[in-house]
């Protein structure tokens, strides 16, 4: 079965400090993959995809995201954490997602 | 113009009425979607339609029924609601499925008391 794993229901960081944020996915055919974010109360918004090409993808809010295929692993990452940036993160696949990751950002 | 709309926003109910969510997207999509999320933010995949036509159905109890009378729109029935419904249940949109990034709408919170 295709699927999507976040293994971290919560990450918290420093304000200011790098951010990560995990995915590992199993699919076959292409890996089509996406990053959204949701704020308290709202829909999802779209952060980032990969479809192909480059590895490093760059997306929304300074946010990007490295694909890895022999780890499988397409990590969202920030430079610089935002408390602005405290929110759930999801990693997806066609209709799927994975649980969910709460991040937050410490003052 | 919001791009995909869901109504109502709240819906509160009691078990075993009947109740129906509209979704509208504006974006000239051909994919919809609808989705529950739980108390834990799990988001499950319930229904998808391209161009009108059903192409996903996941498990799901035969109490809810999705409509889409033209590729803009698709609104979610449920029938004899139960406790178990309460959730917030979002309706998606992309241009394509699997390849397009999704557009989501707000949300509508449902509470079955």
């Known amino acids: 079965a295709q699927s999507v794993a976040q293994p971290e229901d919560q990450v918290n960081v420093a304000e200011g400090n790098p951010l990560t944020v995990k995915c590992t996915y199993s699919v076959s055919g292409n890996p089509y993959l996406f990053w959204y974010v949701q704020y308290p109360n709202r829909g999802l918004q779209f952060l980032l995809k990969?479809?192909?090409?480059?590895?490093l993808v760059k997306g929304s809010y300074g946010f990007e995201a490295e694909f890895n295929k022999s780890q499988t692993s397409f990590h969202l990452k920030k430079p610089s954490a935002l408390v602005s940036d405290s929110a759930l993160y999801f990693c997806?696949?066609?209709?799927?997602f994975g649980t969910g990751t709460r991040l937050k950002v410490l003052a | 113009d919001t791009a995909v709309s869901q109504t109502p926003k709240y819906l509160v109910t009691q078990m075993g009425n009947d109740k129906s969510i509209k979704c509208e997207q504006n974006l000239g999509h051909d994919t919809m979607y609808w989705y529950k999320q739980d108390s834990k933010k799990f988001l499950k995949i319930m229904f998808s339609?391209?161009?009108?036509?059903?192409?996903i159905n996941e498990t799901v109890p035969n109490r809810f029924s999705p409509k889409s009378p033209d590729k803009a729109h698709l609104n979610l029935h449920i029938n004899s609601l139960e406790l178990g419904d309460s959730a917030v249940y979002f309706c998606?949109?992309?241009?394509?499925?699997?390849?397009?990034?999704?557009?989501f709408g707000s949300g509508t919170q449902l509470s079955v008391l």
């Open positions: 998606a949109s992309s241009q394509t499925t699997g390849r397009e990034k999704l557009f």
């Open positions: 339609y391209n161009n009108k036509e059903l192409i």
């Open positions: 990969y479809i192909t090409g480059d590895n």
């Open positions: 997806n696949y066609k209709y799927i």
